[in-house]
């Protein structure tokens, strides 16, 4: 579902999950995620997903409707995670879709 939310749905989201999970609970997310305006791909296989429509800090595949499918920045995603009491687990798995893993603080 992260991969379609815009950014004031993509922080509201992530303030929720902080609200509701308790100290130590971790919290597994989805995202498309870009270095530099670039899917970041663990895989090096070519992505059918052309996010060439650029918004400030994310990209979408379709101007019209940008919900489409969304990729953010990385950078982006990590500061989110931050301001909402996240630790996020490292490695972040790149793949098709990329899986952030997250603890609450």
């Avoid at 991969?3 to 303030?15: F, G, Q, V």
């Avoid at 630790?87 to 990329?98: A, K, R």
Wanted: hydrophobic content about 40%.
């Amino acid at each position: 579902m992260f991969t379609h939310l815009l950014p004031a749905e993509l922080d509201h989201y992530l303030s929720e999950i902080s609200r509701v999970l308790r100290r130590g609970g971790r919290a597994m997310i989805s995202f498309f995620l870009l270095e530099n305006g670039l899917l970041k791909k663990g895989n090096k296989k070519p992505s059918w997903l052309d996010f060439q429509h650029g918004r400030e800090g994310y990209r979408t595949i379709n101007k019209d409707m940008p919900e489409a499918a969304v990729a953010y920045e990385e950078e982006h995603v990590r500061t989110l995670y931050q301001r909402h009491g996240f630790i996020i687990v490292e490695p972040i798995h790149y793949g098709e879709q990329d899986l952030v893993v997250a603890v609450r603080v």
